[in-house]
């Protein structure tokens, strides 16, 4: 891979940042690579994204929109989407500029509202999730779901989450959804405070089409996209949830795997060190 024209997105609000994104202009300049800081066009090699997580997934749809890879920095705190920390930058990007380049193609996720009359709103896409959470905390929500046409069920629930594998590690993995591995294409729907033990996430197909639909009238229900609001939804709505026809092109590090991203981001699994697999159980 040819990198000679970069975009740099820094973290929206910080100076500190801005001024990294500044110098790191100059750097790739230096190296023969142009570059435009917060900006996203056509044409572009690459995007190294300056910040955390929420600057990557405030960037993620209209880099997948153009085709263009991101590399994410963590200069924020948990950083599990931007894994490269600020001590590694150059390395890094040194080793990208070689042409050593290890992209993972992560699905996105596109919504849309069907409204009573049938139109459908302008869809919006997301890295993570689509969530439904209620506006009262007096009553539980009821929403029925469809995969394609066959229906799964009504939750009673606080909420419902829709989430890409990306999106496993974050409000799903909350809600007490499963963690899935980012290369295994899905749609997981997790239930946020199920009224009832049996409401169990479920892992759909990726070639599912989810629509959800409030079963009885409900005050202030808002779907929102990776954080962002996204609709109102009214009894008479339905919610459209897909796989959208573009993935996030996410340049990864190849001296990390995804395990050791867990352990050392969430501590997950209670421990940050590695165990090598023993030599006579592998092959």
């Known amino acids: 891979m040819n990198i000679r024209f970069a975009g740099i997105i820094t973290r929206h609000g910080s100076s500190r940042v801005r001024k990294i994104g500044v110098e790191l202009a100059d750097w790739l300049r230096k190296r023969g690579v142009q570059s435009r800081l917060d900006h996203i066009e056509a044409g572009m090699d690459m995007l190294v994204i300056l910040g955390g997580d929420g600057t990557l997934l405030h960037v993620a749809a209209r880099a997948a929109e153009l085709d263009v890879p991101v590399v994410g920095i963590n200069l924020g705190h948990l950083g599990f989407l931007t894994e490269i920390a600020a001590e590694e930058m150059e390395q890094a990007l040194e080793t990208i500029l070689a ?158 795997g995804y395990f050791a991203i867990l352990r050392n981001k969430l501590n997950w699994g209670g421990r940050t060190t590695d165990v090598p697999l023993p030599p006579e159980l592998s092959g």
């Open 99 to 256: 042409g050593e380049i290890h992209i993972e193609r992560r699905m996105m996720l596109k919504a849309s509202l069907i409204r009573k009359e049938g139109t459908v709103t302008e869809p919006m896409f997301g890295l993570n999730e689509v969530v439904v959470v209620k506006g009262s905390v007096e009553r539980v929500l009821q929403l029925c779901c469809w995969a394609d046409e066959e229906y799964i069920a009504t939750y009673k629930a606080d909420g419902l989450i829709i989430s890409t594998p990306t999106g496993s590690t974050a409000y799903n993995l909350s809600a007490g959804g499963p963690i899935i591995q980012a290369e295994v294409n899905s749609l997981l729907v997790t239930p946020i405070c199920p009224f009832m033990l049996e409401s169990r996430p479920v892992l759909l197909s990726p070639n599912v089409r989810l629509t959800a639909q409030l079963a009885d009238v409900a005050n202030g229900v808002k779907v929102m996209v990776d954080g962002k609001l996204g609709w109102t939804l009214e009894k008479t709505d339905g919610l459209r949830v897909e796989a959208a026809d573009k993935p996030l092109l996410l340049i990864s590090s190849p001296h990390k």
